[in-house]
């Protein structure tokens, strides 16, 4: 029985006794007891409006409030710090994006970088040869329809609807983002490459990163450290994989990222559970962090001093940069694996920080 209960108990256990009347025995019903046994049911009640009552509103002792997901109460400056770092990150995606695509579709140099990079990633994929394949197999489409199947069972099994639908929601605001995108942009041909139309941002990435996302978000605490892990892997080989099927450029994969990063941060709950695997957690911002610092520096070793309009052949030689590759081999090998680390680094920023929202 809770202290609000014992409130309207009808006996006073700590008052000096009943009240004897003279001429009708014993009562505990005088107006002196009663006013007694009111002051001490008002006293229960405030106490029973007392921390452990507040904490069953959802409100901290210290003015803070307890997440649902949660392990106690949360104070307001800790939630404050998790809600500056989901709206950096959101920004910091949005406005990496639009660069991107900016230096991507608009400039000479950045359709040339662009366009070697895959060519780079189309010739180290015929040089891996059966596990090329094996690579694309593992991302395809049915893959794309298992994972996401896999996420509403989990959704379902954990009766959470609210976290389902948030998870649903991004899902879908980032492919849709990314279709119209893809409708609404325009990729000019400025004599770098050869003619193509515009593919930016891919759609199969975003589905795979969105989904992936959206596993780490409805995961329970056990299993996010290591859905993490494996979103982050599977996403970035999607990745990849389009590239070297010559689907899609380096500049449409990033994109595709950021986009389902944004998305994901904008709906991703914040709560204050303990982590499963903070020593990996950890682990994986370093990762991310070197990944990103080397494929700039193979990057800024490959391309800077280059003219990429004098090296280009467009109509003659791939997608134009297939003669300027096959004469310098160590350049496209380089190449590709600054690729490969540009996806691994950009997807792992976005997983880590969509992880990072749940956490103590």
Known sequence: ??????????????????????????????????????????????????????????ASPRGGAVPRGGAGPVDRGWYRRRLVRRLLGALACVVAGAALTVLALSTRWGQGADTVVMESMMLWASRLGGAGELLTSVVSVPAIAVVGAGVGLIALLRRRPTLAGRA????????????????????????????????????????AVTISLALVVIAPEWLRGPAAWAGWAWASLMGMSVMMSAWHRLSDVLVAALVAGAWALALTPIERRPRHSAALHRARLVIVVACGLLALVVSAACLVGVDLSEAAAPGVSGYGFAD?????????????????????????????????????
């Open 168 to 207: 649903l929601g991004m899902v879908v605001g980032a492919n849709a983002t990314t279709q119209a995108l893809k409708a609404l942009l325009d990729r000019p041909d400025l004599g770098v490459t050869t003619g193509a139309g515009n593919s930016l941002p891919s759609g199969h990435v975003c589905v």
């Open 1 to 58: 029985m809770s202290r609000n209960d014992d409130a309207t108990e009808p006996m006073d256990p700590v008052g000096p006794g009943p009240v004897a009347i003279p001429g009708h025995g014993v009562s505990s019903t005088g107006p002196l007891s009663e006013a007694r046994s009111g002051s001490t049911r008002r006293a229960r009640a405030d106490e029973g409006a007392g921390p452990s009552s507040a904490r069953s509103r959802g």
């Open 324 to 360: 300027f590759l096959a004469g310098q081999a160590w350049r496209g090998r380089l190449l590709s694996a600054a690729g490969a680390l540009w996806v691994v680094a950009v997807v792992g920023f976005v997983v880590h920080e969509v992880d990072g929202l749940c956490s103590e």
